[in-house]
Nanobody
Framework: QVHVVESGGGLVQPGGSLRLSCAAS????????MGWYRQAPGKQRELVAA???????NFANSVKGRFTISRDNAKNTVYLQMNSLKPEDTAVYYC?????????????????WGQGTQVTVSS
């Protein structure tokens, strides 16, 4: 089994910073892309940032220059550093990981999601 667990959400004032962490554990052969998505009330889930196993990154236009994403491959962990937070960043943030694992007798790449962590930006 594979588990993906986020941590680090909370309440922060506008202009503040938060750091989210996401750790994958279990029967992992390798992890390809890892990323963060968010979903605000009444809106669709959207990609915030993603990082490949080689370190290539991709960001939503709304967070470019304010958020950074990084990963520690040895720890199977991805981080999202969020600076200059705005009220519109308020959402549940979900970690996503494309993980190669063995199910039955075959290896395959599967899409895993964390349970989500609330980020609220408010004064």
């Amino acid at each position: 089994q594979v588990h993906v667990v986020e941590s680090g959400g909370g309440l922060v004032q506008p202009g503040g910073s938060l750091r989210l962490s996401c750790a994958a554990s279990g029967s992992i052969f390798s992890i390809n892309a890892m990323g963060w998505y968010r979903q605000a009330p009444g809106k669709q889930r959207e990609l915030v940032a993603a990082i490949t196993s080689g370190g290539g990154t991709n960001f939503a236009n709304s967070v470019k220059g304010r958020f950074t994403i990084s990963r520690d491959n040895a720890k199977n962990t991805v981080y999202l550093q969020m600076n200059s937070l705005k009220p519109e960043d308020t959402a549940v943030y979900y970690c996503n990981a494309l993980i190669v694992t063995k199910i039955g007798t075959a290896f395959g790449e599967y899409d895993y999601w964390g349970q989500g962590t609330q980020v609220t930006v408010s004064s």
